[in-house]
Each structure stands twice: as C-alpha cells, then as structure tokens.
C-alpha cells in the first residue's frame, strides 16, 4: 500500500510519498538526494520519544548517521527563539547546502525547521517527515514555512519547497483522538473548499479512517495532497487560487491568537470552527443555502469534532476584537479583509468586500452563551 503524488513545479518538482512504515525505510527514500551520508533532523520531544528510534534506524540501514535536534512540543515553540535555536545548531554543526534537513514532526516542526532552512545559508535542502494527520495533508505540502509573531499566526516567513515528503501513515496510530480529528479538519476542508464528492466520501468513510482503517487513511490523505499539489503547482506564491486553501482559517487563526496559541485550541480545531464560522456567514449573505452549514456541523458532531466557538473552553474576547485580529491576517490587502467564502459544498471562491456588520453579528451571536 504504498503509493505517490508529484507536487509539479518545473525544477523544484518533488514527490510526496504516502505508505505505512515509512520511517523503517527512510534512509532508501532519501539516500539519492545526499552529497554525503549524513542528515541533520530537528524534532520535538514528543515525536524524539515515539518514533525517533524508528527513524534513526531506518537511516542506519543505509549507512546515514542522524544528528537529532529535540524541541519542547506545541505551537509555543513556533517562535523567534526556537528559530534562532534551531539555525544556530545547525552552524554549529557546519551544516552546508548540499546538506539535508529533516523536518521531523508536526505542522509546528515542519514549519519552524523549513523557514530555518530557507534562510540557513540563504537555502538548505531539507525534507518534511510530517507526524500528524495535519501536517501530512497540509502544512507538509507546498512550501509555506514560517513561525508566529505576537501580532499574528505565520506572519513571518517564506516560501520553501522540500525535497520530498514522506508521509507514514503507521504513525497516526500513536495520535491521541483530539490530535487526530485536529487534523481531520484540514482533510474535510478540501471537500469542503473544491470537491462535493470528496466530502460525500468522507461522510461515509471517515469514520472508518479514524478508527483505523489503514486503506482509508490512505486514500484520505492521498486524495487531499492530490487537491493541494494541483492548487500550489498552479499558484505557488498564492496569487490566486491558492487563497481557498485559506478556508476557516482567517476565523480560526483570530481564535488561536485569543486563546494564546495554547492547547485550549489546536490549529485543526479552529479550522473547523472557523469553516462553520465561513458557511454560516456564506448563508447569512444568502451565497449559499441554510442547508449547507447545517449539513457541514452534522458532519463535524458525527465525529465529535469542535464545530463551535462554544466548544472552546474559557473566556474569549469579543466580536470586535476578533475582527480586529482578522484584520492582521496575511490576506489582508489595502486595509480589506479578503474571506474565503462558500456558495455550497465544494464552491468555495475569494470574497473581498464582505459586510463586517454580518460578520460581527455571527461572531456574537456564536460568543453568547
């Protein structure tokens, strides 16, 4: 069960990989792109723990020795610290540019560890290992790296595509159920962003892929890497189309600022809020029907997924700073928020001059308790 999808970019083309066992095996999977026997892996703790030994070893197997960077877990790490961490042990370690680094974990990881190689050097080669469900259907693929500023999510970095991707389904099995359907998120967005029948097929399969049907997973995250390699091949830089990708996320990156990037939300989680959030407000404009954000929260609550702002435990601010944090978005052009917004399952389109008013009034309606 092994099979692969071409993220098509002229000269910085690169194949994601997607089997189980995938780690056992890595170092047949990178050994053509190494100038010497030697890979430079950055990490978290976590990850370190449960499968750092599985990856050193299928490393060996083809005679490359691992230097392994730990980092603490969470979405904290992703800042200008950690960075300037990360970059200076690889100086330390003489790292060139025909080297390779591994991204070895979950979006936090491939993120931080990417933007560390794009501007090590001024570009080191490096390849995602993504460990999540989320970070192997999105943050992996396309070539966003970056960290977090106190003024927003991802508001500091660059593009820089990896080498390869390696997506081992096996380690799913070691997510807790929230990690799982945190990430779950970003697979039902692609259905719910550009294709009705993914999202049919995920209603009657996702089930199954959460309590771990192997082929489904799979299929899941071939089909969603599919979705996004076709996106970034025709707009890397996210001129145009792109931006749909972007669906929940300029609600859910405000509500994981308001909650201080903690583990009171993960970033799945506010991208599923904030899909819900999108086609409440795609219906409230009359662009879609009353039918449709009913049929996506009936889907999230089958799985027992976080649908809404009311799922997300604390206090939070109110409408207006909400919107004032959306305003710090990176889709922000000329002072005006740019939303993604939906005209049914699967039509999803780039709405710029949308009603704040509208926006506000769901925002608190959703905040009462």
Same mark, same amino acid.
């Given at each position: ?39 430079? +892996?950055?990490?978290? *703790? ?37 960075? &300037?961490? +990360? ?31 794009? %501007? ?30 106190? &003024? ?25 159920? *929230? ?38 997973? %799979? ?11 076709? %996106?970034?091949? &025709? ?20 509500? #994981? ?15 599923? %809020? ?16 009353? #039918? ?34 959306? &305003? ?42």
């Amino acid at each position: 069960m092994r099979t692969t999808v071409r993220v098509d970019l002229a000269g910085r083309s690169y194949d994601i990989v997607i089997a189980p066992g995938l780690l056992g095996h890595a170092g047949a999977e990178v050994e053509s792109l190494l100038k010497r026997p030697r890979v430079f +892996v950055i990490t978290d *703790r976590t990850v370190a723990h449960n499968h750092g030994s599985t990856l050193e070893s299928g490393l060996a197997t083809a005679g490359i020795h691992a230097a392994f960077m730990e980092l603490p877990p969470g979405e904290a790490t992703k800042n200008w610290i950690h960075l &300037q961490d +990360v970059v200076e042990w690889l100086l330390v370690r003489k790292v060139e540019r025909d080297d390779l680094v591994l991204a070895f974990g979950g979006g936090v990881i491939g993120d931080l560890a990417g933007f560390a190689a794009a %501007i090590l050097r001024r570009g080191v080669r490096f390849v995602q290992i993504p460990t999540t469900l989320l970070a192997q259907v999105d943050s992996s693929v396309g070539g966003k790296t970056g960290i977090n500023s106190p &003024q927003g999510k991802n508001l500091v970095g660059a593009f820089a595509q990896p080498s390869k991707v390696l997506a081992d389904v096996s380690v799913l099995d070691t997510l807790g159920r *929230r990690d799982y359907l945190a990430g779950y998120a970003e697979v039902v967005k692609y259905g719910l962003l550009g294709d009705a029948g993914f999202f049919t097929w995920l209603e009657q399969n996702a089930a199954a892929a959460a309590r771990g049907d192997v082929e489904k997973r %799979i299929e899941a995250v071939r089909r969603s890497c599919q979705m996004k390699a076709e %996106i970034v091949a &025709q707009d890397e830089r996210e001129h145009g189309n792109r931006a749909l990708l972007n669906l929940g996320h300029t609600f859910g990156h405000a509500l #994981e600022a308001a909650t201080g990037y903690s583990n009171r939300l993960l970033h799945g989680e506010g991208v599923s %809020i904030g899909c819900a959030l999108a086609f409440d407000i795609s219906a409230r404009l009359g662009l879609c029907s009353q #039918e449709a954000p009913r049929r996506v929260r009936a889907h999230f609550a089958r799985l027992g997924m976080r649908g809404d702002i009311a799922d997300i435990p604390g206090d939070l601010p109110a409408a207006d700073t909400l919107v004032a944090l959306m &305003q710090q978005d990176k889709k922000v052009r000329d002072g005006t928020i740019n939303f993604i917004m939906v005209r049914g399952i699967g039509e999803a389109f780039v709405a710029s001059g949308i009603d704040l008013h509208v926006v506000r009034d769901v925002l608190t309606e959703a905040l009462e308790p």
